[in-house]
Structure formats: structure tokens, C-alpha cells
């Protein structure tokens, strides 16, 4: 089975605060993408890549960056957190462009105070 | 990509079929079905997908109507931990510089009554 490991389930941070959110998967993975989960919104994309190095912004990238060092980590960063990032983050892998399905990890809960 | 219409929640007795309907009336010709679910605190899980013809996988199965336009998703003897929101996704291959993949909408919550 995929695993698709996210660092924290909890995290606090403070406004102003520098964020990495961890996400590794061991299925030699192509493919990465980060959301978050609000209710009544659903998922929405931040960013996503295609392969080492690569990114491209998703639906809502602003506020966000992601970092791409090695096939199996794909690292989102809140420059500088604000309470209007608080969410439920949610990271995702997927073999190929085709249609292999996404594999979820168990998502990490970001509180902005 | 399209969009899909779900209703908001729905119940099914422990044991019998949970059938979940999906209406993807905008799908075009290289749109996918996928469908998954998340249980409360978890990620969304993966259950099936497919294109046109029905497909049954050890968790459920999806019949596609004949015009593609509608789907639903069958749990044959729903237990108590299938109790979950499900999301039916419409999506085509990532092409280059799409900047959109499956687009998740607000999902069915099922649940599941001993």
C-alpha cells in the first residue's frame, strides 16, 4: 500500500511565524500536490509538481511556497503565518499525469494564533 | 474540469446497500470518475474509479449510466466504520500547464445506522 507520511497532525503557530509542513511518500511517486480542507469549501489545490525541482501553483498559491529537493518530499512553506491560514492541510501523491489515483496522507491541523 | 452535484447526506442500515448517486451532467470524453471518502480526522481514502463501463474493486462497486452523465457508487453490505463523506471527482489526465486536477466539491455524508 502507499503510505504517504505528513510530519504533524497538530501544529500552533504564531502570526508572523515561519511554517514547513513535512510530506514523504515511499511509492516512488512522480507526482505531489498539497490542499487545504475548510468547511464548506472542500479541497482546495495550493501547489502541486510534477517531479524533482518542479512546481505549479494550484487555485489558491498566495501566502504559500513548496520545495521540492528529492522525489519522495515535497515541503510546503507559510513564509509568514496569518490566522486566515488556519486549516486542515491536506498532502497527496499519485504515480503518474494519467489517471492513477491520488493517495491521501492523514493531514496536518494548522491553528494561526 | 466538470463539476458534480451530491446530495449533502444520506443513511443506510448496517448490513444492507449503501448506493450513492452522483450527477457529472458536464462531463466530457476523457473525464474519469473517481470516487473517495473520508472518515472523520483521516485523509481522503481512495475507493474506485472508471470511465464508462461499471467497475468493482474489494470495497465497492460504480456503475456509469450509458451517457455518462450520472454515477452511482454501491457499498454492498455497509458496516458502521463505512460510515464516512464521500466525494464523487470528475478528472482528465493532468495535461501540461493545467494547473487543476480533481477538484473536490463538499461530498455525501453517509452514515451508517446499527
Known amino acids: 500500500d502507499v503510505k504517504v507520511t505528513q510530519s504533524s497532525r497538530y501544529l500552533v503557530k504564531r502570526t508572523g511565524e515561519k511554517v514547513f509542513l513535512e510530506c514523504v511518500q515511499d511509492?516512488?511517486?512522480?507526482?505531489m500536490f498539497w490542499y487545504r480542507q475548510d468547511p464548506g469549501l472542500g479541497l482546495r489545490l495550493i501547489y502541486f509538481s510534477y517531479d524533482v525541482k518542479m512546481k505549479e501553483k494550484g487555485d489558491i498559491p498566495e501566502g504559500y511556497s513548496v520545495s521540492r529537493e528529492k522525489k519522495e518530499r515535497f515541503s510546503l512553506i507559510l513564509e509568514s503565518a496569518s490566522t486566515n491560514q488556519t486549516s486542515m492541510y491536506l498532502c497527496a501523491s499519485k504515480w503518474d499525469r494519467g489517471i492513477s489515483p491520488l493517495h491521501f496522507g492523514n493531514g496536518t491541523r494548522l491553528t494561526v494564533t | 474540469d466538470a463539476k458534480t452535484t451530491q446530495p449533502p447526506s444520506m443513511d443506510c442500515a448496517e448490513g444492507r446497500a449503501a448506493n450513492l448517486p452522483c450527477n457529472h451532467s458536464?462531463?466530457?470524453?476523457?473525464?474519469?470518475v473517481y470516487w473517495y471518502r473520508q472518515i472523520h480526522s483521516q485523509g481522503p481514502q481512495y475507493i474506485i474509479h472508471g470511465l464508462k463501463n461499471n467497475e468493482t474493486n474489494e470495497m465497492a462497486s460504480l456503475i456509469i449510466t450509458e451517457d455518462r452523465k450520472s454515477s452511482t457508487l454501491i457499498l454492498p453490505h455497509a458496516t458502521l466504520r463505512d460510515t464516512a463523506v464521500y466525494y464523487c471527482?470528475?478528472?482528465?489526465?493532468?495535461?501540461?500547464?493545467?494547473?487543476?486536477?480533481?477538484?473536490f466539491g463538499s461530498g455525501t455524508q453517509l452514515t451508517v445506522l446499527p
Open positions: 471527482i470528475v478528472g482528465s489526465p493532468i495535461s501540461s500547464g493545467s494547473a487543476r486536477q480533481l477538484t
Open positions: 458536464t462531463i466530457s470524453g476523457n473525464e474519469y
Open positions: 511509492m516512488d511517486h512522480e507526482n
